[in-house]
Every structure is written in structure tokens, then in C-alpha cells.
């Protein structure tokens, strides 16, 4: 059982930045594929990004692209979520998610992973 805590949201002005972190649980953290979604009220769940296990292959969802940044950090079992240039379309509840099995063309697919995080709240607003 692996288990992912999400922290660092919070309520940012439009054009500010935050920092999301998640830590796993588990002694094969590096063996697996990380993705970040979101889910805004009353919408569905929608991808954000991905990281490889590595971390030498990332993907982003189009509307948060040259925005955001996604890396990872193995030694400390944690992936990180950095947001620049925030919009108040980005206001969701964040979450941080698990996929094994090396699938990475089903990075973007929130059904096909397979452990999650409670989420974190984002607020972008004056």
C-alpha cells in the first residue's frame, strides 16, 4: 500500500506562484510513474502533468503548459508541482497520484492510476 500526502496549496493572487509537494510512502517510489490533477467545483477531475520515473520525460495539459513545471526528487520519495503565472481558472483541488507498471502512455489517464492523495486546495484570487 503506498500512501500520498499533498501540501502547499493555499490562496495566491492571479500572476502569483505556489510550490505543490507530495510524499510517498514506500521503498519504490523511483520505479514509478507521478502524475498531478485537479479538479475544479462542480467539474471534472482533469489531468495536469506527469513525470516519468526517472524524471527524464514530462507532459503537461495544454492550458497549464509554459506555466507550470513538474519534477521529483527519488532520494526523498517526493514529486513537486510548480505554478507560475497563476490564473483564477486554476482554482481546483489539486491532487497527486501514483501509476506502476511503466504504462507511461496512459500518463495522462487519471482511471489508470493507481494509488492518490487527499488533494490540497488552490485559490487564485484578488
Known amino acids: 500500500q503506498v500512501q500520498l500526502v499533498e501540501s502547499g496549496g493555499g490562496l495566491v493572487q492571479p500572476g502569483g506562484s505556489l510550490r505543490l509537494s507530495c510524499v510517498a510512502s514506500?521503498?519504490?517510489?523511483?520505479?514509478?510513474?507521478l502524475g498531478w490533477f485537479r479538479q475544479a467545483l462542480e467539474k471534472e477531475r482533469e489531468f495536469v502533468a506527469s513525470?516519468?520515473?526517472?524524471?527524464?520525460?514530462?507532459d503537461y495539459a495544454d492550458s497549464v503548459k509554459g506555466r507550470f513545471t513538474i519534477s521529483r526528487d527519488n532520494a526523498k520519495n517526493t514529486v513537486y508541482l510548480q505554478m507560475n503565472s497563476l490564473k483564477p481558472e486554476d482554482t481546483a483541488v489539486y491532487y497527486c497520484?501514483?501509476?506502476?507498471?511503466?504504462?507511461?502512455?496512459?500518463?495522462?489517464?487519471?482511471?489508470?492510476?493507481?494509488?492518490w492523495g487527499q488533494g490540497t486546495q488552490v485559490t487564485v484570487s484578488s
Open positions: 497520484a501514483l501509476l506502476r507498471g511503466g504504462r507511461w502512455f496512459l500518463a495522462n489517464v487519471d482511471s489508470a492510476y493507481d494509488y
Open positions: 513525470i516519468s520515473e526517472s524524471g527524464d520525460m514530462a
Open positions: 514506500g521503498r519504490t517510489f523511483g520505479t514509478h510513474i
